[in-house]
């Protein structure tokens, strides 16, 4: 069976290009210098200017100095819906990553224009599972003999044409929050799950909310022939999950932790469960963006945490609740530097622009990605309850 080679970007973000990539795209934008001390002024001036026909969102890993100008902000899949649910916005600017700005354009109007204030602004985790290679692993899957009672799975935070690859099969996409109904439903259509591409999550939910045994999971690494699993293998698992990962979430440890129970008597620590399954056992609570931030809203005060998301959302809980210890759980884990891309300099570029008639950095969705895609996002909202969730 080939295998797809697919080397990670070497170069510096921004600077060339890969069209096949997320990431590292070049801006083509005149930007102006971050150093002016107008910025803040022109957003305003250009947001007033463009006024209902604009639209912004904001991922919560943003920059505070972009997050000021959101009109909504939420995890990928409620900003989506916010997207979707102004039907009167010409324009959509999404402060946050590729593949969001892509799941918005799939569930907008035609007519409303998606824009990534920054081409470069990518997801690493996303671009670790690339098309070519997922229909490879399908046909070894096949191969196998096990691909028709195999239902396949992608997070959120994967490309549209994986969604669509998804939902040409009978699969479905899931959010952090949702991951658990989403297998519920997947194994209620099949004996086994191909979840993508981040095996942290597939495995934390596997294991933790569905009481499978961590044997019953198997790895599938599409640097490897064959994934680097054998027919049996395949056959006796009950989730094939996808080798990829968060470069924030994958990063932090479980002598992190120790090393926080240490520091700070009493402090309850709080993950996301894109982290490694070592850190989520030794952890108190785990949980979405969305989780973390309600839990910490509703946490007594004077009560110690110790937090295991990106660090932009971190800093601005710890300043939202002073009355409450709010503390990074990593020492050597930073922000997530695509979503950094995304600075004040590109906001105002984007909107300055739009302002003037020119779109700039518009992400479209082709009809047919878009189609399939729809599909296993519909079934996921399809899920009992699941409209009520953020
Ligand atoms: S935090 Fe992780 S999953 Fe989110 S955009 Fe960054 S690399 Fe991707």
Same mark, same amino acid.
């Not at 997070?155 to 009978?170: L, Q």
């Not at 968060?246 to 996301?272: N, Y």
């Given at each position: 069976?080939?295998?797809?080679?697919?080397?990670? %970007?070497?170069?510096?973000?921004? +600077?060339?290009?890969?069209?096949? %990539?997320?990431? @590292?795209?070049?801006?083509?934008?005149?930007?102006?210098?971050?150093?002016?001390?107008? =910025?803040?002024?022109?957003?305003?001036?250009?947001?007033?200017?463009?006024?209902? !026909? *604009?639209?912004?969102?904001?991922?919560?890993?943003?920059?505070?100095?972009?997050?000021? #100008?959101?009109?909504? &902000?939420?995890?990928? #899949?409620?900003?989506?819906?916010?997207?979707?649910? !102004?039907?009167?916005?010409?324009?959509?600017?999404?402060?946050?990553?590729?593949?969001?700005?892509?799941?918005?354009?799939?569930?907008?109007?035609?007519?409303?224009?998606?824009?990534?204030?920054? =081409?470069?602004?990518?997801?690493?985790?996303?671009?670790?599972?690339?098309?070519?290679?997922?229909?490879?692993?399908?046909?070894?899957?096949?191969?196998?003999?096990?691909?028709?009672?195999?239902?396949?799975?992608?997070?959120?935070?994967? %490309?549209?044409?994986? +969604?669509?690859?998804?939902?040409?099969?009978?699969?479905?996409?899931?959010? %952090?929050?949702?991951?658990?109904?989403?297998?519920?439903?997947?194994?209620?259509?099949?004996?086994?799950?191909?979840?993508?591409?981040?095996? /942290?999550?597939?495995?934390?939910?596997?294991?933790?909310? *569905?009481?499978?045994?961590?044997?019953?999971?198997?790895?599938?690494?599409?640097?490897?022939?064959?994934?680097?699993?054998?027919?049996?293998?395949?056959?006796?698992?009950?989730?094939?999950?996808?080798?990829? /990962?968060?470069?924030?979430?994958?990063?932090?440890?479980?002598?992190?932790?120790?090393?926080?129970?240490?520091?700070?008597? @009493?402090?309850?620590?709080?993950?996301?469960?894109?982290?490694?399954?070592?850190?989520?056992?030794?952890?108190?609570?785990?949980?979405? &963006?969305?989780?973390?931030?309600?839990?910490?809203?509703?946490?007594?005060? $004077?009560?110690?945490?110790?937090?295991?998301?990106?660090?932009?959302?971190?800093?601005?809980?710890?300043?939202?609740?002073?009355?409450?210890?709010?503390?990074?759980?990593?020492?050597?884990?930073?922000?997530?530097? &695509?979503?950094?891309?995304?600075? *004040?300099?590109? *906001?105002?570029?984007?909107?300055?622009?739009?302002?003037? $008639?020119?779109?700039?950095?518009?992400?479209?969705?082709?009809?047919?990605?878009?189609?399939?895609?729809?599909?296993?996002?519909?079934?996921?909202?399809? =899920?009992?309850?699941?409209?009520?969730?953020?």
């Amino acid at each position: 069976m080939t295998i797809t080679s697919t080397p990670l %970007s070497l170069f510096v973000l921004g +600077k060339e290009s890969d069209p096949q %990539s997320e990431r @590292g795209v070049e801006c083509p934008g005149d930007l102006p210098p971050a150093s002016d001390p107008a =910025l803040v002024e022109r957003a305003r001036r250009a947001k007033a200017a463009l006024g209902d !026909r *604009l639209f912004v969102l904001g991922h919560h890993y943003q920059r505070d100095e972009v997050i000021q #100008f959101a009109d909504v &902000t939420g995890d990928s #899949f409620k900003l989506a819906r916010e997207a979707a649910a !102004r039907p009167e916005a010409e324009f959509i600017v999404f402060c946050g990553v590729h593949f969001m700005a892509e799941s918005a354009d799939i569930l907008t109007a035609p007519e409303q224009k998606v824009i990534l204030p920054d =081409l470069a602004a990518g997801c690493s985790m996303a671009d670790m599972a690339r098309l070519a290679q997922v229909e490879d692993a399908w046909d070894v899957l096949a191969a196998a003999g096990v691909a028709d009672v195999t239902v396949p799975v992608t997070y959120m935070n994967s %490309s549209a044409d994986i +969604k669509a690859f998804c939902g040409r099969h009978g699969g479905v996409v899931c959010t %952090s929050s949702n991951a658990k109904s989403v297998l519920e439903w997947a194994f209620q259509r099949g004996e086994k799950v191909l979840f993508l591409p981040d095996q /942290h999550l597939g495995r934390n939910t596997a294991v933790l909310q *569905l009481g499978l045994g961590l044997d019953e999971c198997v790895v599938y690494d599409p640097h490897r022939p064959d994934g680097g699993l054998t027919a049996e293998q395949l056959a006796a698992a009950k989730v094939i999950l996808w080798k990829g /990962h968060c470069s924030v979430h994958g990063r932090f440890t479980a002598e992190a932790v120790d090393d926080v129970r240490a520091r700070i008597p @009493g402090v309850k620590v709080l993950v996301h469960p894109e982290c490694q399954h070592e850190v989520v056992l030794k952890a108190d609570l785990v949980g979405s &963006t969305e989780f973390i931030i309600k839990t910490l809203e509703q946490a007594p005060e $004077g009560s110690a945490w110790a937090i295991g998301t990106e660090l932009n959302l971190v800093k601005r809980l710890a300043n939202a609740h002073p009355d409450k210890q709010i503390a990074f759980l990593e020492k050597t884990v930073c922000y997530c530097a &695509t979503m950094n891309r995304i600075d *004040l300099p590109h *906001l105002v570029w984007a909107l300055e622009q739009l302002v003037e $008639g020119n779109v700039v950095n518009q992400i479209t969705v082709d009809e047919e990605t878009s189609r399939y895609a729809r599909e296993a996002l519909q079934r996921m909202l399809d =899920l009992p309850g699941e409209t009520a969730k953020d």
